[in-house]
């Protein structure tokens, strides 16, 4: 039943219809009248507007008073979207009006024009059916007329004035007639009814009692409406001054062409294309990519400057004649100038030195007999030229800096990616041309810096490498590090095959296991496993303590340390695998001296300038110690039930301890020290195995109804997990009931069967130089690992012994004390190994 008003993009000119009559005070307004809701609109006295009509009951409602005396009550409803409202959905204040003109329309509709006389009140509804009736009573608004009110009403009508000068849609005659009102109300609502505004502000403004009131409102819409118009036009005139700068630059531009035709000059652009085709001419480009550039240049050729497409395609043309499609450094084939290279700036590390002479051998016999192979013409079975190593070891061993030796040594260029946290596949390949600010991957990006194409690229971290939904770059990464792919690698923003043949690239990491198994399989691991500490002591000496009495602003006279000192340093005050940490620590003694040398240049030698740094002194310049493996050991296994073990982690080897505790009752097993699912199996199973030897080692048969046994591994923060710790786990168990001590200078490490079988496990080499580090001179191993020995350097072989096992049982006879041994350090029995 609700109705719209009429489009006001087409209004019914007030002026041609019958005159309007003015509301007479005296006028009588029956005590009930039939409601016609409106939708989205407010009805104002004395003012007109046109109404279509279209609901069967409206209608009724129509045809009812059109033979009588044509009044009916006009009230907004709540919701304008709502077709039928209900009484309590339509608003207690509204006006009386009268029909002026009527027209039936073919589509059914009834199209009006109404007049409001009077503001009515809705005080009940009588009738709902067939449409809205109510009792009603007139509600005449406050008129005041005084200085205040046509102080205010001067202003609403300045600000309508402007407004109508930003809506052209205002008839002009509209506006004089507006402005020519003595009466503020009249004035009030005729402006109230030709401003935008939403409906609760109509409304409001309907049923203010005072006119005073109704102005002030009046005031604070046109305001707003004022600045939403205005900043629209600036908006435009902004927008058509743009448009208007392009036109002129588009007339000046072709205005210029003109002029440079008539005097035989090329204009701006066409030099730009022939600069890009004697480019593309000199980049030594593949045929598919030079057809491509080609194909790309002929269309930026068509294109006027101004256009979008010119510069994504310029941008996409820069790219590719700026790689290094032949460009290349002459390899240093020198086999002798590489291991020189190699040797002087990396102590130790022979696995790797090897494995890099061994490719520059290789690429010198190729080089040399070229002529005497026959040249390979199938694809499938073609010579390869690259390689791809990985570099796998604890963070401080020199993975990453032994890359910028390596290229050193070849005589290539350098540079290095960092992967660590890409989580988006286009990182690595590149972004699609039809992207926004789309371009190439790091990898072409990286050979574009480096301005090569068989650099040495370091990809650091590739065991950080992310995933989400935006792609796996770790599977990106499949087809550039195969060597049988990567000589057609293609980057989805340059969209052309690249050949990645001649690029060594050498990738680090600090784990495997995060390292996707397809792209490990196109890796050559090479495993870092740390240094020990004659080599920390030598990479001191050589490289680290010069370094920091360089960066320190030291003089290599003013200061010097002993071996005795570093390795009272790398004992007491690191723990570490490689030397990071060791550098610290020398850098804080270096910035020590460098204070005292600051403060008084002019110091003796001994307390200052020229001081040599003994053992004794350490103490003094780093404080207390941080670190004592052998004094831990000792402390910690002094008791049954406590053994240590030995594990891997991403930081290398490292020592641990497996404390075990019985007591009364019969909860049965506890493990902490927030072990993972595999630790905890091997628990239990060590448990199982100990149960099952309860004759053996001399307990009472219902010993395991009676107690409860909690097995601990202390360092409760860090997650641990893993089958290795199985044989120290029976151990512990196995020291706690028999009441026998293990013996503290020994550490082991296996995986444990039911059977009591002692199976291998990894981490050898890191594991035994953990061992030696923390003093211990004995350690436990799986018989089948014994061919692990040979990767340990000489000098550890030389000064420790090593247990080969296959059963727990050989594992307690060299691991336990006998019950009346008077002391704990007596050497273990059983067979034992001393390698040479």
């Known amino acids: 039943m609700p109705v719209e008003p009429a489009s006001t993009e087409q209004p019914i000119d007030i002026k041609t219809e019958t005159p309007l009559e003015e509301t007479r005070d005296d006028l009588q307004i029956p005590e009930s009248l039939p409601i016609l809701p409106l939708r989205g609109v407010v009805m104002y006295p004395h003012t007109a507007i046109p109404l279509t009509i279209g609901q069967p009951r409206s209608v009724r409602l129509i045809d009812d008073i059109a033979g009588k005396d044509r009044l009916i009550g006009l009230v907004a409803a709540h919701d304008p979207e709502n077709e039928s409202p209900n009484p309590g959905e339509i608003y207690d204040v509204g006006t009386v009006a009268t029909v002026h003109r009527l027209f039936r329309a073919p589509d059914g509709t009834i199209r009006l024009l109404v007049q409001g006389l009077a503001r009515i009140r809705i005080d009940e509804y009588t009738e709902i059916e067939p449409y809205l009736v109510a009792q009603i009573s007139r509600h005449p608004e406050r008129i005041t007329t005084n200085i205040e009110v046509e102080a205010l009403a001067r202003t609403v009508v300045e600000q309508f004035t402007r407004l109508a000068e930003l809506v052209p849609s205002i008839p002009a005659e509209l506006i004089s007639s507006t402005l020519n009102m003595d009466d503020p109300l009249n004035l009030a609502y005729a402006i109230a009814t030709y401003i935008r505004m939403d409906l609760k502000d109509g409304q409001e403004v309907l049923e203010i009692d005072d006119v005073k009131d109704k102005f002030r409102r009046l005031m604070n819409i046109l305001n707003k409406e004022l600045e939403v118009l205005e900043l629209g036009r600036e908006i435009q005139s902004q927008a058509q001054s743009e448009m208007e700068k392009v036109q002129r630059e588009y007339f000046l531009r072709e205005q210029l062409k003109a002029i440079q035709r008539e005097l035989g000059e090329a204009d701006e652009q066409q030099v730009e294309i022939e600069e890009f085709r004697t480019r593309i001419d000199a980049a030594g480009m593949t045929e598919e990519a030079e057809k491509e550039a080609r194909r790309e240049l002929d269309r930026m050729a068509k294109l006027p400057t101004a256009a979008a497409e010119y510069g994504v395609i310029r941008t996409y043309l820069d790219w590719l004649v700026n790689l290094p499609w032949d460009k290349r450094t002459d390899d240093n084939l020198d086999i002798a100038h590489a291991r020189e290279v190699l040797e002087a700036d990396h102590y130790g590390l022979e696995d790797i030195k090897a494995r890099i002479l061994e490719y520059l051998a290789v690429r010198k016999l190729r080089a040399d007999r070229a002529e005497q192979f026959q040249p390979v013409t199938d694809m499938v079975h073609r010579d390869r030229e690259g390689a791809i190593l990985c570099f796998v070891g604890p963070p401080g061993v020199g993975k990453t800096s032994l890359g910028s030796s390596i290229a050193r040594a070849m005589g290539r260029k350098f540079i290095r990616m960092s992967l660590g946290g890409i989580r988006d596949e286009a990182e690595i390949r590149g972004f699609r041309r039809t992207y926004i600010g789309a371009m190439p991957g790091r990898i072409i990006q990286t050979l574009r810096r480096v301005e090569s194409r068989n650099p040495v690229v370091m990809l650091d971290e590739v065991d950080k490498l992310g995933r989400d939904f935006r792609g796996d770059p770790a599977s ?13 690698f293609r980057d989805h923003y340059v ?5 990645l043949s001649e690029v060594l690239f050498i990738t680090t990491a600090n784990e495997l296991e995060p390292i996707p198994g ?7 691991i090479i495993t870092l496993n740390g240094y020990i500490e004659q080599e920390k002591v030598q990479i001191a000496l050589r490289y680290l303590v010069p370094r920091q009495i360089r960066e320190n602003g030291l003089l290599p006279e003013e200061v010097r340390f002993t071996e005795e000192s570093l390795q009272k340093i790398i004992r007491y005050y690191t723990r570490e695998a490689g030397v990071r940490e060791l550098e610290r620590q020398i850098g804080q003694i270096a910035r020590k001296i460098a204070t005292r040398v600051a403060e008084n240049p002019n110091h003796e030698q001994g307390n200052g300038a020229g001081r040599v740094i003994e053992e004794n002194a350490v103490r003094e310049l780093l404080g207390k110690p941080q670190f004592n493996y052998q004094m831990e050991i000792e402390d910690r296994t002094d008791q049954p039930g406590v053994a240590t073990g030995l594990a891997f982690t991403p930081m290398g080897g490292d020592v641990l301890f497996v404390e075990a505790a019985s007591m009364a009752g019969g909860k049965g097993f506890q493990l902490t020290g927030q072990l ?15 149960r099952s030897r309860v004759q053996s080692l001399g307990l009472q048969p219902d010993f395991f109804e009676k107690n409860d046994i909690h097995l601990h591994v202390p360092a409760g923060a860090v997650p641990k997990d893993g089958p290795s710790a199985g044989v120290t786990m029976a151990t512990a168990l196995a020291s706690l009931l028999t009441g026998r001590v293990v013996r503290p200078n020994i550490a082991m490490t296996g995986e444990i069967t039911l059977r009591g079988k002692v199976l291998p496990v990894g981490g050898i080499k890191a594991k035994v130089l953990a061992a030696h580090r923390g003093g211990l001179d004995t350690v436990i191993l799986p018989r089948r690992n014994e061919q692990d020995l040979d990767d340990l350097p000489e000098e550890i072989r030389q000064s420790m012994h090593f247990i080969l096992v296959s059963t727990i049982d050989e594992v307690l006879a060299a691991a336990l004390l006998p019950e009346t041994a008077p002391e704990h350090s007596q050497k273990s029995p059983g067979r034992t190994r001393k390698t040479k």
Request: hydrophobic share 40%; charged share 30%.
């Open 476 to 488: 990106a990464l499949l087809e550039v590090l195969d060597p049988e792919q990567n000589h057609e």
């Open 495 to 499: 969209d052309v095959a690249f050949d």
């Open 518 to 524: 397809p792209l490990r399989d196109r890796m050559e």
């Open 676 to 690: 993972g699912d595999v630790m905890q199996e091997s628990a239990r199973a060590a448990l199982s195995y100990i």
